[in-house]
């Protein structure tokens, strides 16, 4: 079973700051929080991943909270194709043997 | 510097045929892993390879299994075809033993079985 908790469905307005919540209120000290996108009917995209800091790249920035239960991803000026399924995946740091469990995650609408 | 390729793109097939799907890993690393996302779902995981060993696998009969060859290429063989397993193969890749290291997808080979 997924050990995340997103929103199934979130709109955003073109430009504005579109904010992700996802609750993993169960992960362990060893566990990053990673973000996926998927646009319709393509593979996975990666976008950002975090331990306990703060993340930023030039597609998001990741904010954990101090007691890391929880997490929102930024995509700072949505545009529209940021229409996608988000998905928030909590996953040992040990960089070993370890499949990926999705959940249903966010559909997020970005509309015009 | 490439992705993670897929091949083919997509593919159908009869019920009881047998399935070979191919990946080639992100350049630089040595590890795959193999996703099934029937429609509307989010992707399950099938199995992962590592040093041409099977490492890991998730809740899946013995007709899906896999091969990873020396250059760190994998394919995903499925056996005695149902009507469910039509999905989107995902492939992906890593380096093993990178703390926090991330893991790429490729664009994934649709099959439908019919």
């Known amino acids: 079973d997924a050990k995340t908790t997103q929103p199934p469905s979130m709109d955003c307005a073109e430009g504005r700051a579109a904010n992700l919540p996802c609750n993993h209120s169960t992960i362990s000290g060893n566990e990053y929080v990673y973000w996926y996108r998927q646009i319709h009917s393509q593979g996975p995209q990666y976008i950002i991943h975090?331990?306990?800091n703060n993340e930023t790249n030039e597609m998001a920035s990741l904010i954990i909270t101090e007691d890391r239960k929880s997490s929102t991803l930024i995509l700072p000026h949505a545009t529209l194709r940021d229409t996608a399924v988000y998905y928030c995946i909590v996953r040992p740091s040990g960089g070993g043997a370890d499949g990926l469990t999705f959940g249903k995650g966010t559909h997020l609408i970005i509309q015009p | 510097d490439a992705g993670v390729t897929q091949s083919p793109t997509h593919l159908i097939k009869t019920r009881g045929q047998q399935v070979t799907l191919r990946c080639s890993p992100k350049s630089g690393h040595d590890t795959v892993s193999w996703y099934q996302q029937a429609l509307g779902q989010g992707p399950q995981f099938i199995f992962q390879?590592?040093?041409?060993?099977?490492?890991q696998r998730g809740n899946f009969p013995d007709r899906f299994s896999g091969h990873q060859f020396p250059n760190y290429s994998s394919e995903l063989n499925v056996n005695a075809l149902l009507l469910g397993d039509s999905a989107l193969y995902l492939c992906?890749?890593?380096?093993?033993?990178?703390?926090?290291?991330?893991?790429?997808f490729g664009e994934g080979s649709w099959l439908t079985v019919v």
């Open positions: 992906a890749s890593s380096l093993r033993g990178v703390t926090g290291n991330t893991i790429y």
């Open positions: 975090g331990l306990k």
């Open positions: 390879y590592y040093e041409e060993e099977e490492r």
